[in-house]
T-cell receptor, first 111, second 113 residues
Framework: NAGVTQTPKFRILKIGQSMTLQCTQDMNHNYMYWYRQDPGMGLKLIYYSVGAGITDKGEVPNGYNVSRSTTEDFPLRLELAAPSQTSVYFC??????????FGPGTRLLVL | DQQVKQNSPSLSVQEGRISILNCDYTNSMFDYFLWYKKYPAEGPTFLISISSIKDKNEDGRFTVFLNKSAKHLSLHIVPSQPGDSAVYFCAAWEGQGAQKLVFGQGTRLTINP
């Protein structure tokens, strides 16, 4: 039982490049989330999903896109990377109103 | 509009003493509260939770207290150990049907030898 896995662990992007952050969970959770954490700051919700085919915006969705075609996977797409997207990205999953489990994070540097 | 607030960005405690981390909330519909611990370069990990029908939950060195009338919860760590040095987040669910966990900004706890 791996829990929540994220790839890659670290990535450097040039301004204007695109990439997809992968997230997979094996706990059969309906809810999945993407957060970002900037240095010294709290967690900000980017997008979330309450089930396959259903996604919704969080606090800071601009510059990102998501899809949820399966229960297990919830990839986060960055289009036209900007320096402001330099951050650590965490994926999480849970069942409704239960403990949310986090992945180890992806550290992204946009130069 | 910060519905879950951790007003102390940092806290320093001597090893062996009690650490008390505080969290205030404004939404009376919150009914389930969680504390997470986060080490640098790792994802947050679940620590302890409490339902609004209780006022205390204990797990080893960790105890969470909930005061619903004051909309306040606290995490007590006794005795504090160097490995407890981390950032602690409190979080809350807003009742059945809630879709998002609402997080506080975090408190950085440093345990000094």
């Amino acid at each position: 039982n791996a829990g929540v896995t994220q790839t890659p662990k670290f990535r450097i992007l040039k301004i204007g490049q695109s990439m997809t952050l992968q997230c997979t969970q094996d706990m059969n959770h309906n809810y999945m989330y993407w957060y970002r954490q900037d240095p010294g700051m709290g967690l900000k919700l980017i997008y979330y999903s309450v089930g396959a085919g259903i996604t919704d915006k969080g606090e800071v969705p601009n510059g990102y896109n998501v899809s949820r075609s399966t229960t297990e996977d919830f990839p986060l797409r960055l289009e036209l990377a900007a320096p402001s997207q330099t951050s650590v990205y965490f994926c999480a999953s849970s069942n409704p109103t239960e403990t949310q489990y986090f992945g180890p994070g992806t550290r992204l540097l946009v130069l | 509009d910060q519905q879950v607030k951790q007003n102390s960005p940092s806290l320093s405690v001597q090893e062996g003493r009690i650490s008390i981390l505080n969290c205030d909330y404004t939404n009376s519909m919150f009914d389930y509260f969680l504390w997470y611990k986060k080490y640098p370069a790792e994802g947050p990990t679940f620590l302890i939770s409490i339902s609004s029908i209780k006022d205390k939950n204990e797990d080893g060195r960790f105890t969470v207290f909930l005061n619903k009338s004051a909309k306040h919860l606290s995490l007590h760590i006794v005795p504090s150990q160097p490995g407890d040095s981390a950032v602690y987040f409190c979080a809350a669910w807003e009742g059945q049907g809630a879709q998002k966990l609402v997080f506080g900004q975090g408190t950085r706890l440093t345990i000094n030898p």
